[in-house]
């Protein structure tokens, strides 16, 4: 499966982005997908994750409450709305597809991954 993920901007604390990653390929809903983000400097760190189904999602801690991941299985894409941003959420985003089901926090568990999209927030 290929995964494009896409808006990623520069936006001010306390606003929104949305970030889609729009899937081609092998049949998307037998996907679990997740993102990811990576500061400069930093590791790549779990952001949120759902399972193929959309029933069952996964948030860090850093995210929960401000963040929300779905899905859309008929257009193949992913979604991550991102409210209430902070500086500490710059980052390169990037989306994930794991083929089976759950919510895996774990990086290596994706088999495919986006090429990312650049979120900067300023304070």
């Known amino acids: 499966v290929q995964l494009q993920a896409c808006g990623g901007a520069l936006v001010q604390a306390g606003g929104s982005l949305r970030l889609s990653c729009a899937a081609s390929?092998?049949?998307?809903?037998?996907?679990?997908m997740g993102w990811f983000r990576q500061a400069p400097g930093k590791e790549r760190e779990f952001v949120a994750a759902?399972?193929?189904?959309?029933?069952?999602?996964d948030y860090a801690d850093s995210v929960k409450g401000r963040f929300t991941i779905s899905r859309g299985n008929a257009k193949n894409t992913v979604t991550l709305q991102m409210n209430s941003l902070k500086p500490e959420d710059t980052a390169v985003y990037y989306c994930?597809?794991?083929?089976?089901?759950?919510?895996?926090?774990?990086?290596?568990?994706?088999?495919?991954w986006g090429q990312g999209t650049q979120v900067t927030v300023s304070s």
């Open positions: 994930a597809a794991m083929a089976g089901n759950g919510v895996w926090r774990t990086a290596d568990k994706y088999n495919y």
């Open positions: 390929g092998r049949t998307f809903s037998s996907y679990a």
């Open positions: 759902i399972s193929w189904t959309g029933g069952s999602t």
